[in-house]
């Protein structure tokens, strides 16, 4: 398997929270690393982009390392995607570190983000778009 890996993190909430990115050239490659990783039966066999996050059910203490995983591929890396997969790591960091203590939130920050995820992906887009277009952006 073949991948340009590197990482980012955030101490947004006050704990260094680190996510891994995976960039893909082969599309079944994503796919398998995927479906090895996912743990519930909600896996996304046919997603070109995916973000997988742990230790959702358990504590997470300020030492915890990679708290998810985004897999991107070559072939679908627009600025709607990244920010997509990245809304969804960034919404298990915040359940981890505040939201933890509320059930009925968490249906929102799991599956059920699906829409929060392509509202940030697609107004980062069309801002991005915007700028370009506007020539406040280089190219």
């Known amino acids: 398997m073949s991948f ?6 955030t101490r947004a909430t006050g ?4 996510v891994q ?5 082969d599309l079944d490659e994503l796919r ?11 896996g996304h066999s046919d997603a070109a982009a995916t973000c997988t996050s742990f230790d959702s059910l358990l504590p997470a203490p300020e ?15 627009t600025t709607r995607t990244v920010a997509h997969e990245v809304t969804h790591a960034a919404m298990h ?6 939201l933890r203590q509320y059930a009925q939130a968490r249906r929102h920050l799991h599956i059920g983000n699906e829409e929060i995820a392509y509202m940030v992906g697609d107004m980062s887009s069309d801002v991005i778009e915007r700028l370009y277009r506007l020539g406040l952006l280089p190219n």
């Open 32 to 42: 398998a690393a995927t479906q090895r990783q996912w743990t519930t039966s909600e």
């Open 63 to 77: 030492h915890s390392h990679t708290v998810a995983v985004i897999r991107l591929w070559t072939g679908q890396l």
């Open 4 to 9: 340009t890996r590197f990482q980012v993190a």
């Open 93 to 98: 960091i915040y359940f981890l570190d505040r």
């Open 21 to 25: 990115v995976h960039v893909y050239e």
């Open 15 to 18: 704990f260094r929270r680190v």
